[in-house]
């Protein structure tokens, strides 16, 4: 695997591997990667020949009282990882490289609609960053297919309307969560836990799975689910941001006709930040 720190080099190396015949694969990411990173380069194998990861921690995408200054980069390691993986080249963009005209400066993708509510409503402008700069990695590398984790469902259905919006040439494939034994989604930011609160932590998902086995026996009063799984959390000394239930589709409200639900969460162990997400299906459509 080779590593790139310009736009240029990338498009060099990029358009020597599509002149061989190459269809190109790209996984983006903010790096400190683990198992669920690699899934995703492992997904893109079986879809291109080529592929091209990025790592760039995004400012654009941080709020001003966010992690940005510790997000943890490892770059040795995470190049071990990928280069393991069976990745074939590494963008690694400094913030000058991305943004050279300044943050302030550079031209914004909004996607309205699925980026408000949910992450969108506690994170403003979150959702501003992460379709600016993915609109940027997707014009410089030009893959023919992308691939994300779906364990920031919002995120991914921002991408994907995004994508379908602009026009953009390039099939997006959402990879299932990876999570460590005990329920956890795996994420870079499970690294910011202390044991006590590592020990906590897998009650986002066992609340749930709960919530999401109560959907699935036929109940559909919502809103006392809802109550109880929140009342679960808070026992477990975890403080919900939020948790509802959507369309999966659509990400808009649940409807008496939706053929699959997603329950949708956020909740805070001290000042870690920790999402997930489950898919459901009601037994009407089981
Ligand atoms: O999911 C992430 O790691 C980031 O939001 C992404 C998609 C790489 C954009 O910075």
């Known amino acids: 695997m080779i590593t790139v720190h310009t736009v240029e080099a990338l498009r060099r190396a990029v358009s020597e591997a599509r002149a061989g015949g190459a269809r190109v694969g790209f996984v983006p990411t903010m790096g400190n990667l683990h198992s669920g990173h690699v899934a995703l380069v492992t997904r893109a194998k079986t879809r291109a020949d080529f592929i091209v990861a990025s ?5 654009l995408q941080f709020g001003p009282n966010e992690d940005l200054a510790s997000y943890p980069r490892t770059l040795a390691a995470d190049q071990d990882k990928l280069a393991a993986a ?3 080249l590494l963008f690694a963009p400094n913030v000058d490289e991305m943004y050279p005209n300044g943050q302030a400066m550079q031209t914004r993708v909004s996607v309205p609609g699925v980026s408000e509510g949910l992450c969108g409503g506690s994170r403003p402008g979150h959702f501003d960053g992460v379709a600016t700069v993915v609109t940027k990695l997707f014009n410089m590398v030009q893959p023919d297919v992308a691939v994300f984790g779906q364990k920031d469902f919002q995120q991914l259905a921002v991408i994907r309307t995004l994508v379908r919006d ?5 099939e997006i494939i959402g990879e299932p969560t990876v999570r460590a034994e005990d329920g956890l989604a795996l994420s870079s930011r499970n690294g910011y836990l202390d044991a006590d609160q590592r020990a906590r932590a897998p009650h986002l998902h066992r609340a749930l799975k709960a919530l999401g086995e109560a959907i699935e026996a036929g109940r ?5 689910l809802i109550e109880q799984a929140l009342a679960e959390l808070r026992e477990a000394g975890l403080r919900p941001d939020y948790l509802e239930i959507r369309d999966a589709l659509t990400l808009g409200p649940a409807r008496a006709d939706s053929t699959e639900l997603v329950l949708v969460a956020a909740a805070f162990l001290g000042t870690t930040r920790l999402i997930d997400n489950l898919i459901v299906r009601p037994p009407s459509h089981a």
């Open 55 to 59: 790592i760039f921690v995004n400012p």
């Open 86 to 88: 069976g990745c074939d």
């Open 166 to 170: 602009l026009n953009l040439p390039i």
């Open 220 to 224: 559909t009063d919502h809103a006392e």
